[in-house]
């Protein structure tokens, strides 16, 4: 079971970031008095552009579901946030979230012109009350997202309108009562509106900001109480679900907004704007215990937790929405912002390399609503959910509902605006790894480039080269992995730098044109017991799965225009029961590693960037239960008298049918 180690230490690494005092203001806005300081300062919208493969993926993206879903998806065809008569609450801006980034990421004119509708939309609909949008709508919490959506397109273009257009929102939530109530979406997702109230108060230093801040955290549902007091912690939870749960034995603790799995993904990041807001140590702690819980009562090796949709235990069979993945990056991004805790980023990374493309097909025309850990079948069959429904882990255009189909887009895109953050030493910190180049001040104001050649994750070798026009002094810090104990860091030739895994090496020194850094990886295989004491095996920041040869059958077509947005089946043409042979204390001999270049689709299987091999044995009672894997067997298993063969791992990104926690039949 994965645990979460203590941030303090992680912190006080990173003392030297946060100095804020100690130095001239910082190239980007930072956090002014009375803000607590931040540890990083978020760049804006475009400084970072993707490379490489992870280009690629967002083309894929561009050419996918994004960059087609409002000619054909009704929901947008016809949306009231570009003006027409369609849905007017959460799908528009949802959907605006990641086409923004995505577009200007790309420099994509097309998509760009596609956003425009809306943006105008939106900036014309101001009213003197300061309210904006669709005539239609009168709930704040759409206007959360779309605040986001607008600092966003103020970055990548320098439009004055968006600030005037902030500037009379947060006077309409000033002048008018709170309306936050804990039994509705805007209350309890109430502090998403904060991200843009303290954006503002950096662009303007106009305490309106704070005081609106201030307003809606004591008027909204106390997460970080939530956190400090967690109440789902019965494993048995997995009993209480639909259809399993008997009329005469109700559950001890009823589904609500609070066991949502993606409101408790947003509402990871509150703490921090609290601390921001406060400087109080205590919601510091609120969040470290809540994620703790998280993780010990319904943590998932992907570094997720399961909710399928409300809290869901421990079971590799129990799903986990795409939403609460993309809003639990989100988080991280933002927190990461907040604190600089290394041990953060680590696991951005494994939901982004991870869970993030294991719940899309590689060319990102269909999605999931649930992914599983352990999925061995995608069919609109019973399951045993919390409260969704049966089509949920099919790959489809909207299965269950159609918030993911709106939401999902901002994974990758924010993920790559996030890689790169500026410090308060007038420098750079490399914050998740991965092939990009960041154009961006440092020192008084010079410009740089830093291009991050690699193929990372698939590949453990990263070369970081400096292009500037004159000789400049900055420090550069570079994040090590904590899986990372033998990290190597060279500048130039021979100049070795210490690399401590979970921490970020500083490298401060007059940088030239050229000059070059070179961190190495080594990607030992690990190994993590999990559920009833399986096994699951990372190399890097990847989870590996069993390679389940597959069929798909089509369900549904959505547009004849763009066959590939239908719904499908996927059913197993492969046995998928197995138990991992091997000795857990020697990971190293029992497998092979293979790999191959990196694909113009980075996450298909037929094109897997990493191979692993290892013996297995098949467990003959091990076998479908309501449509999924059966509970995993208790490991150690007995290899005695089992057949045993060589099967194939892959990386979950690359899996639509896998198993990835497996029992573990000890080698002795």
Not at 507 to 531: A, C, F, H, Q, S
């Amino acid at each position: 079971m994965r645990r979460f180690a203590s941030l303090t230490s992680s912190i006080a690494a990173c003392a030297l970031i946060a100095g804020a005092a100690a130095v001239d203001a910082a190239n980007y806005p930072e956090n002014p008095a009375p803000l607590a300081p931040e540890a990083f300062m978020e760049l804006p919208l475009g400084t970072v552009k993707p490379d490489g493969w992870l280009r690629s993926q967002l083309q894929i993206q561009a050419r996918g579901l994004t960059g087609h879903l409002d000619e054909f998806w009704d929901s947008l065809f016809s949306s009231a946030w570009k003006g027409l008569d369609g849905d007017a609450w959460e799908r528009g801006p949802y959907y605006l979230d990641g086409l923004v980034p995505l577009a200007y990421l790309l420099d994509d004119q097309r998509l760009i012109s596609k956003a425009r509708p809306y943006i105008e939309y939106m900036l014309m609909t101001r009213q003197d009350t300061g309210w904006f949008g669709p005539v239609q709508n009168t709930d704040r919490w759409p206007l959360a997202v779309a605040t986001k959506v607008l600092i966003q397109y103020y970055e990548a273009t320098g439009d004055e309108r968006v600030l005037e257009l902030l500037k009379s929102y947060f006077q309409f939530i000033l002048d008018n009562p709170p309306d936050w109530p804990d039994n509705q979406w805007r209350g309890v997702r109430a502090m998403e509106t904060c991200i843009a109230a303290h954006w503002m108060y950096r662009q303007t230093k106009d305490p309106m900001y704070v005081k609106a801040a201030q307003s809606i955290i004591d008027n909204c549902y106390k997460w970080d109480e939530w956190f400090r007091n967690f109440a789902y912690t019965d494993e048995a939870i997995t009993l209480w679900r639909s259809p399993l749960t008997p009329k005469d034995n109700p559950p001890k603790i009823g589904y609500n907004l609070l066991s949502h799995g993606v409101n408790i993904a947003m509402a990871l990041k509150y703490p921090g704007f609290k601390y921001q807001q406060t400087a109080d140590e205590k919601y510091h702690e609120s969040f470290i215990m809540g994620l703790k819980s998280l993780d010990r009562y319904h943590g998932q090796v992907t570094g997720v937790f399961a909710c399928d949709e409300h809290l869901a235990g421990l079971n590799p069979t129990q799903g986990t929405e795409l939403c609460a993945v993309v809003e639990m990056m989100y988080s991280l991004e933002n927190l990461i912002s907040i604190w600089g805790t290394p041990e953060l980023a680590d696991r951005l990374e494994s939901l982004a390399y991870n869970a993030l493309p294991g719940t899309t097909t590689p060319d990102f025309w269909t999605h999931q609503y649930d992914q599983q850990v352990n999925q061995v079948l995608c069919s609109k069959d019973k399951r045993k959910w919390s409260t969704n429904g049966d089509e949920s882990n099919m790959y489809g255009l909207e299965p269950n509902f159609g918030c993911c189909t709106a939401n999902m887009h901002q994974g990758w895109p924010k993920f790559v605006s996030s890689m790169w953050m500026a410090t308060h030493d007038k420098g750079l910190a490399a914050v998740a790894l991965g092939p990009n180049t960041v154009s961006a001040k440092v020192a008084d104001g010079v410009k740089v480039n830093i291009i991050q050649e690699t193929e990372y994750p698939f590949d453990e070798h990263i070369t970081y080269t400096i292009a500037c026009q004159e000789d400049v002094e900055f420090p550069l810090y570079i994040r090590i992995p904590g899986w990372a104990d033998k990290a190597k860091l060279v500048v130039g030739k021979r100049e070795t730098i210490p690399a401590a895994a979970g921490e970020f090496a500083c490298i401060k020194r007059v940088w030239k044109n050229g000059d070059k850094v070179k961190l190495t990886l080594p990607m030992d295989i690990r190994g993590e017991r999990r559920y009833h004491d399986s096994i699951a095996i990372h190399r890097g920041p990847l989870v590996f799965s069993l390679e389940i040869g597959q069929y798909m059958t089509r369900v549904k077509k959505h547009s004849d225009i763009y066959p590939d947005a239908s719904d499908w089946e996927i059913r197993p043409s492969d046995d998928w029961n197995y138990a991992l042979l091997l000795n857990p204390e020697k990971l190293q001999s029992a497998f092979k590693v293979k790999t191959h270049p990196v694909s113009q689709i980075p996450f298909a299987a037929v094109a897997a960037p990493v191979v692993l091999s290892v013996k297995a044995c098949q467990l003959d009672e091990w076998v479908m239960d309501w449509n999924s894997a059966g509970d995993l067997p208790q490991s150690p298993i007995d290899p005695k008298g089992l057949e045993t063969k060589t099967v194939k791992l892959i990386p979950y990104g690359c899996t639509q049918l896998r198993i990835t926690e497996f029992p573990l039949a000890e080698k002795k």
